[in-house]
DNA sequence: AATCATATTATTGTATACAAAAATATTGAC
DNA sequence: GTCAATATTTTTGTATACAATAATATGATT
């Protein structure tokens, strides 16, 4: 019998291959945490969800596992990894550490229009802190912060900085909800800037480097809080 | 007909699935110059040439792509993707500028143990090149790095500026050939030790960073030679 | 001979088939 | 009832089958 199964769906530029498809949208529900660290990502249950065969999905979990958001033990299946208390803390050590690099470079290579658009990020910011629209604000930090990746003169760093960014997302997002953050979040945002303007790289390093450090100090805060009141 | 296939080999603890070690197996060819940039991996022909089937071929090529090592144009195939002039040296900053961060946190984390097997790896370092063997050379120099990566007491950093570094040994390999590069090498590594030894983090961070720095300059004069020698 | 349209072939992406190993259920001995 | 040994089921890993698209060849027209 021959079943006239579509392959793929070519609506304008976007997706082709279902495995890439798949390998993004388990990717977003990784990290928008509708799995549990150890939950197995079983193949045929996707398959299923997915309406496709198991090859695709297979071909996509692949790329779960070398992106690091899951673990293959050989015959028993792929599960999901999500970073513990340390390690997300190890992250963010990192990401303040890259962003620091990012800014050390970019305070000596960064264009006047970048600077301009890092005024109009922190300008919208404000804004979105006044009316209390927190992903508008959320948008613009995005913005703030990938303008200095870029103006590190270095697309390979930038490349990193942003895949470690997307990674810490979910994490960071939750730390922006406490109280008078926002605002003191975009008080460094201008230090930041005055730092990158002044062309003072050890002074842009060290914001920077105390900017995402201290939403690391926020986010293990709210951990132990989230922690204790389990107990 | 039912044919009797192997499916996998269980040798000791050795790899299980076929595209396990297949992916390894095409990563070292591509990292080894193998291929050729914009080469197109030819399931077809991987898959006789590892005598398997095309399944494993492509979960092995996902992994590539993931990996940035391949290149996927959807419906055309993948393709390896060496890293360019511009890109290499961009790589090379970033590793500079990685292994600094790892020296700055390893200043105040190191542990006496650690220096003395810093200390350690530099003598036999210092043998090695006084008897010109440089694959002896290349591993306690490789010793030495990675245990200033272990010593940022991140870990997560460690991977991600271990990563890099493999990515890069082909290319680093390269101008330790170049004539007293290994002693020059030397000398940066006595002053890394010396400020790692001082807890004087900033020393530390500017002392990596200058030796491999240098180590990027070297290569990219020693590509432009090959670019002039080939007009 | 050059160019465009069509036919042919090759290759990718997905589905299905099947063997090996792991997980689970069942049975039997004590 | 508990534990161990065997049987059954599930699931993984790989091979093969097949449809859709890209690449190439063929041929008609000028």
């Known amino acids: 019998m021959i079943v006239a199964h579509v392959v793929c769906s070519y609506i304008g530029g976007m997706e082709i291959r279902h495995a890439d498809r798949i390998a993004d949208a388990l990717e977003e529900l990784v990290f928008t945490g509708q799995f549990n660290d150890g939950d197995r990502l079983d193949e045929i249950r996707l398959a299923k969800q997915f309406g496709v065969s198991r090859t695709p999905i297979r071909e996509a979990l692949q790329r779960l596992v070398v992106s690091g958001i899951a673990e293959q033990l050989p015959r ?55 009316s209390h629209d927190t992903d508008a604000y959320y948008l613009e930090n995005e913005r703030f912060h990938h303008t200095i990746y870029a103006q590190s003169g270095n697309s390979y760093l930038a490349g990193q900085a942003l895949r470690l960014h997307r990674r810490l997302k979910p994490f960071r997002r939750l730390q922006l909800r406490l109280r008078g953050r926002m605002a003191q979040s975009m008080a460094e945002h201008e230090e930041i800037v005055a730092a990158l303007k002044a062309g003072d790289d050890q002074r842009a390093a060290s914001a920077l480097r105390d900017h995402v450090g201290i939403q690391g100090e926020k986010f293990r805060h709210l951990m132990m809080e989230l922690r204790t009141a389990a107990e």
Chains 1, 2 share one sequence.
């Open 76 to 130: 028993r299946g792929v599960f999901v990894r999500q970073p513990g208390p340390v390690e997300l803390m190890e992250m963010f050590e990192t990401m303040a550490e890259i962003e620091a690099v990012c800014g050390r470079l970019a305070a000596r290579r960064i264009s006047d229009a970048a600077l301009a658009e890092l005024d109009q990020a922190n300008r919208l910011c404000r804004e979105a802190v006044s």
